[in-house]
């Protein structure tokens, strides 16, 4: 028994050369996946540490994987260990997760010495994330707008309907309240036009007669997916 293990070839670890060239690869090309995020990105605030976590992953996922090569059981132990690691990071935007999947990508090819695959994958990757982001389908915005204001006269509805008719692509009537001087409280979820700005949808509507606290809440609409 002891000696059909012995007699088993275990996995050769790269050289010290090799491991510190596919780290670095994986660096380069994760950083070319993270500043393409950063240039083609549409949402509200950026964050920093979501561009640090792609940067980072792929030389962890090159990391693991030609620390595991081809044996099973340390295979099987990475696994374990993973498994105790509790996530709870929530990434409501698909978009990113496909941006974190490319930079784990990138890891794995280099891991497994890959080279002209983590290269052409990253390529047309990016390549792809331009031209999205330039053509019709990248103007389209994935955020929807909370709108909320007091009106003091309730015939003063129809003026603020034939506003948002102009410059909303769409606009449902979420609840309708009693304000503090006999007035109502109304709240809208709105999206806006591709030319519409939001810095201009909100000037222009304080300007309505009757209208005042007006709030404009911008959120994700990706959460409903």
């Known amino acids: 028994m002891f000696e059909s293990l012995l ?8 050289s010290f050369k090799v491991a510190i060239f596919s780290l670095l690869l994986a660096f380069a090309l994760s950083t070319i996946i993270a500043f393409t995020y950063k240039l083609t990105y549409r949402g509200i605030s950026y964050s920093g540490n979501f561009f640090q976590s792609m940067v980072l992953a792929s030389s962890v996922t090159s990391m693991v994987i030609m620390a595991v090569g081809n044996n099973v059981a340390a295979g099987f132990g990475i696994i374990g260990a993973i498994a105790i690691i509790r996530f709870r990071t929530r990434i409501n935007d698909p978009r990113n997760i496909m941006f974190i999947f490319a930079s784990l990508s990138v890891g794995i090819a280099t891991g497994v010495y890959g080279y002209s695959i983590a290269i052409a994958g990253t390529l ?3 390549s792809v994330a331009f031209m999205l982001y330039f053509s019709p389908h990248g103007k389209s915005s994935l955020y929807m707008y909370s709108l909320t204001f007091n009106l003091q006269h309730e015939e003063g509805i ?13 606009q449902f009537l979420m609840s309708i309240g009693e304000g503090k001087m006999e007035d109502e409280r109304y709240e809208y979820q709105i999206s806006l036009k591709n030319d519409v700005d939001h810095k201009d949808l909100y000037r222009n509507f304080t300007m309505l007669e ?10 994700n609409n990706t959460e409903r997916l």
């Open 210 to 219: 009757g209208v005042y606290n007006v709030k404009l809440n911008r959120r």
């Open 124 to 126: 047309i990757f990016c």
């Open 158 to 170: 129809e003026a603020v309907t034939q506003f948002l008719d102009k410059w909303c692509d769409s």
């Open 7 to 14: 007699e088993q070839s275990f996995y050769e670890f790269p």
